[in-house]
T-cell receptor
Framework: AQSVAQPEDQVNVAEGNPLTVKCTYS??????LFWYVQYPNRGLQFLLK??????LVKGSYGFEAEFNKSQTSFHLKKPSALVSDSALYFC???????????FGTGTKLQVIP | EAGVAQSPRYKIIEKRQSVAFWCNPI?????LYWYQQILGQGPKLLIQ????????DSQLPKDRFSAERLKGVDSTLKIQPAKLEDSAVYLC?????????????FGPGTRLTVL
């Protein structure tokens, strides 16, 4: 069975500092991986995805993620955090055609002014 | 482009009552999902439709939950009878195309409280 793990329940970072939100995956075959963000009382919003190609994927709002096949990781990064980046972040992954995408448990990002 | 619409946004019911949620996906999106998101957890897939056919309902508690997507557009999710542990946010999402590689677009969710 496929799984996605987000080892940190919460990440705190000072405004202006770089941020990293961690994600590891376990899927059979070639994975496709996603990051979504959820603001309070809102649905999930797509940030970026890895399907194939370059290991460094760039997405919305200055976020990027690095796919590392040997470490089965897909960490979300941003060079300079903003207070408005404070939200709940979900990693998701799957493989194959119709196979469902599995979501991680989420990481709460708190950017401190 | 209009997003995924869901209603109601909030619902409070007593246990053993029934409740229904409605979802209207983005126009042209063939794939529709219903997720259950319990506080502090990630979304858990309940059911996935491809047009009006069910692709995956392996985690749907079929003794109390049902869903339909008539005509391959709107969808309804019903719980009958509700239990306390059904308190959660129910998210609807849609996706363009049949492959899993495309991102999903989520509605705002329905927050259900069962008392």
């Amino acid at each position: 069975a496929q799984s996605v793990a987000q080892p940190e329940d919460q990440v705190n970072v000072a405004e202006g500092n770089p941020l990293t939100v961690k994600c590891t995956y376990s899927v059979s075959g070639n994975p496709y991986l996603f990051w979504y963000v959820q603001y309070p009382n809102r649905g999930l919003q797509f940030l970026l995805k890895y399907i194939t190609g370059d290991n460094l994927v760039k997405g919305s709002y200055g976020f990027e993620a690095e796919f590392n096949k040997s470490q089965t990781s897909f960490h979300l990064k941003k060079p300079s955090a903003l207070v408005s980046d404070s939200a709940l972040y979900f990693c998701a992954g799957g493989s194959g055609g119709y196979q469902k995408v599995t979501f991680g448990t989420g990481t709460k990002l708190q950017v401190i002014p | 482009e209009a997003g995924v619409a869901q209603s109601p946004r909030y619902k409070i019911i007593e246990k053993r009552q029934s409740v229904a949620f409605w979802c209207n996906p983005i126009s042209g999106h063939a794939t529709l999902y219903w997720y259950q998101q319990i506080l502090g957890q990630g979304p858990k897939l309940l059911i996935q439709f491809q047009n009006n056919g069910v692709v995956d309902d392996s985690q749907l508690p079929k003794d109390r939950f049902s869903a339909e997507r008539l005509k391959g557009v709107d969808s309804t999710l019903k719980i009958q009878p509700a239990k306390l542990e059904d308190s959660a946010v129910y998210l609807c999402a849609s996706r363009n195309g049949a492959g899993g590689r495309n991102e999903q677009f989520f509605g705002p969710g329905t927050r259900l409280t069962v008392l």
